[in-house]
């Protein structure tokens, strides 16, 4: 079992910057991949970013938002900048197993989920 918890949202003026971080306990950090998701009002779930042994970003924040990992503090970051009022939603991180292959843009693909952090970006 794992258990993530996120910190770090807030509200922003659109242009600024914000850091996540979501916190893991319970398990070997290193053996995990992460990734980020968000969720807006009325809208589905999507992904925003993934780090493993790779990186890969969604194509609507690749070169504002970047993924980062810390094992010895077992904490993931994600770097927000450049945010526009789109980015509006509550972010999730989420674990699964580093050696697992299934698709890291699919929800189904993570076990371990965060409450989630709120970011708001005002226009």
């Known amino acids: 079992q794992v258990q993530l918890v996120e910190s770090g949202g807030g509200l922003v003026q659109a242009g600024g910057s914000l850091r996540l971080s979501c916190v893991a306990s319970g398990r070997t950090f290193s053996n995990y991949a992460l990734g980020w998701f968000r969720q807006a009002p009325g809208k589905e779930r999507e992904f925003v970013g993934y780090?493993?042994?790779?990186?890969y970003y969604a194509d609507s924040v690749k070169g504002r938002f970047t993924i980062s990992r810390d094992n010895a503090k077992n904490t993931v970051y994600l770097q927000m900048n450049s945010l526009k009022p789109e980015d509006t939603a509550v972010y999730y991180c989420a674990a699964r197993p580093i050696s697992y292959s299934g698709y890291y843009y699919t929800e189904g693909a993570y076990a371990y989920w965060g409450q989630g952090t709120q970011v708001t970006v005002s226009s």
């Open positions: 780090i493993g042994i790779t990186t």
